[in-house]
């Protein structure tokens, strides 16, 4: 298994931008959850941006050594049951409108915030997507 360093640059290779750490990405992933649960407000196609923050941790995990994954594990799992709970499972329904979906192992894809608002509330809403206004909650 290879290291923390390792994975980064591998993964660079593969096509992303940069050398991520897990701790960047962990960040990253805690970021946009406390987005979610307030009300996300950006456009949809920021969303989606966003979310391939928890495909790269999901992509690391199969490479990181031991230790590393149980190091990281609890927080993440921490991060994945607070989007579950600001999320609604819609089977990617909505996003689907607006971006290919990944494999269904990448389930946090098919997934939409509880809590609607701006530019993403109008693109989720004219796909279907349910949800609750800030203002009535």
């Known amino acids: 298994m ?18 991520f750490t897990v701790a960047e990405r962990v960040n990253a992933w805690a ?25 790269w941790l999901h992509e690391a995990w199969l490479l990181l050594g031991e230790h590393i994954v149980q190091l990281w594990t609890p927080q993440i799992k921490a991060l994945d049951d607070r989007y579950k709970a600001a999320t609604i499972d819609d089977d990617g329904q909505a996003l689907d409108q607006f971006h290919r ?5 990448l389930w946090w894809w098919r997934r939409h915030p509880r809590i609607l608002t701006g530019d993403l509330r109008r693109s989720l809403r004219s796909a279907g997507a349910i949800g609750t206004d800030p203002d009535t909650t």
Do not use: K, S
């Not at 987005?35 to 456009?43: A, H, L, Q, S, T």
């Not at 979906?101 to 192992?105: A, E, K, R, T």
């Open 2 to 19: 290879a290291t923390e360093t390792e994975v980064g640059e591998l993964l660079h290779q593969r096509g992303w931008r940069t050398a």
């Open 31 to 55: 970021a946009l959850v406390r987005f979610i649960e307030r009300g996300y407000g950006d456009d949809i196609y920021e969303y989606t941006n966003d979310l391939y923050c928890r495909n």
């Open 101 to 105: 979906l990944p494999g269904p192992d």
